[in-house]
């Protein structure tokens, strides 16, 4: 969403399969006001985020934007951001920090009032990602550039409710890698998925994060691309290494497998 706030890109498309955070983006879209509203009433309790992580759970009916909003609350007032993941500062609220530490409602605000501008220029779809590399990729404008996060390789069950098994992994690398379109995908760093993308350009890099305004981490991710263009340095990168080829002088780094 950064590349289109910034003007570096005319269009996105977002697809998620999860009925949650295809809502969120759907709500985003054409709901901007009233999730705004949402966003200025809402109580931040633990007793709400059981409520909200009800309609998580059973979205089956569900007006997307009382769906969408559930998973913005809870990405903002669970532990890490993870939907499924228990409030921050815990049922007792005896932590450090408590439920409302993430959630700061004029950011939040800020951030969907300068995207909903920009709505015309978002499409979303809520369809399993290898359809969507099937049926909406040939539909793209000529030039474009596809951004894959699958869910991570390892603790996968954890983080989402639609997570992938090993034999989904290899699945979907076969058909990223037969596409005719420039690509970069982003993992969790593992053995696994690096034998996966071999004879491909990877870098491995370190995010760092904020579970809440104090707890920091460092998280080890992987970033493999193709379709022939060059990669300029990962974002958010403090440490990059290459891991198949030399980068060049200039620090970027070759162009990728074809
Ligand atoms: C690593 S997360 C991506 C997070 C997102 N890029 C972000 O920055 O917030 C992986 C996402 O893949 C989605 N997902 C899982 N299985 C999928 C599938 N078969 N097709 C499409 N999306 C899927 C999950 O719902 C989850 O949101």
């Not at 499409?123 to 474009?144: C, M, N, S, T, Y």
């Not at 995010?207 to 022939?228: D, F, K, P, Q």
């Amino acid at each position: 969403m950064l590349l289109l706030v910034q003007e570096h890109v005319n269009h996105v498309v977002i697809n998620d399969a999860d009925p949650a955070i295809h809502a969120f983006w759907l709500s985003v879209k054409h709901h901007t006001k009233e999730l705004i509203s949402l966003i200025q009433s809402i109580p931040l309790n633990v007793e709400e985020h059981a409520r909200q992580r009800a309609i998580y759970s059973n979205p089956e009916g569900r007006d997307i934007l009382e769906l969408g909003f559930a998973a913005l609350y809870l990405n903002r007032t669970s532990r890490s951001g993870i939907l499924r993941g228990g409030p921050i500062g815990g049922k007792k609220q005896s932590g450090k920090y408590g439920i409302d530490a993430r959630f700061n409602r004029e950011t939040l605000i800020r951030q969907l009032q300068l995207i909903g501008r920009l709505s015309s220029r978002i499409d979303v779809f809520g369809i399993d990602a290898e359809e969507f590399l099937e049926k909406q990729v040939p539909q793209l404008p000529q030039r474009h550039l596809i951004y894959l996060d699958p869910p991570y390789f390892r603790n996968a069950r954890r983080l989402y409710r639609n997570y992938y098994k090993a034999a989904d992994h290899a699945r979907l690398a076969k058909k990223v890698k037969g596409l005719r379109s420039p690509w970069v995908l982003t993992y969790d760093y593992c053995d696994e998925v690096r034998e996966l993308y071999t004879g491909y350009p990877m870098c491995e890099f370190e995010i760092h994060y904020t579970a809440n305004n104090s707890t920091r981490g460092t998280g080890r991710e992987l970033m493999v691309w193709g379709g022939g263009f060059e990669m300029p340095c990962p974002p958010y990168a403090t440490r990059r290494t290459l891991l198949k080829t030399g980068a060049k002088k200039d620090g970027t780094l070759p162009a990728a497998a074809a």
